[in-house]
Nanobody, 127 residues
Framework: QVRLVESGGGLVQTGDSLRLSCAVSGRAAGTYAMGWFRQAPGKEREFVAAISGGAGSSVYYADSVKGRFVISRDAARTPVYLQMTSLKPEDTARYYC???????????????????WGQGTQVTVAS
């Protein structure tokens, strides 16, 4: 069983930065391909960023966050971070960490590619 716990959300002003963390525990915790998704009120959950698993480091970003957000993981491969800069009110959402199935090492951009999900952390950007 894989468990994901997000932290680091909060209320910030436009232009501020935040770093979200996703602690991964369970079987082979450091090997999963990981992603960040977000869901704003009344909207569908959407892809934000992803990083490949195993020893890989391929990353992918949604166009809306490219150049402002960075997904990373440290040498121990867990936790997984999402560094967010130049935050905008439209970034306001609940942010979810997700893990692909074991051995699915490529980074994915689709919700259906992910098997494990955290409970999310709220990010609110005031204008």
């Amino acid at each position: 069983q894989v468990r994901l716990v997000e932290s680091g959300g909060g209320l910030v002003q436009t232009g501020d930065s935040l770093r979200l963390s996703c602690a991964v525990s369970g079987r082979a915790a450091g090997t999963y391909a990981m992603g960040w998704f977000r869901q704003a009120p009344g909207k569908e959950r959407e892809f934000v960023a992803a990083i490949s698993g195993g020893a890989g480091s391929s990353v992918y970003y949604a166009d809306s966050v490219k150049g402002r957000f960075v997904i990373s993981r440290d040498a121990a491969r867990t936790p997984v971070y999402l560094q967010m800069t130049s935050l905008k009110p439209e970034d306001t959402a609940r942010y979810y960490c997700a893990a692909r199935p074991f051995r699915a090492l490529t980074a994915g951009t689709l919700l259906r590619e992910y098997e494990y999900w955290g409970q999310g952390t709220q990010v609110t950007v005031a204008s």
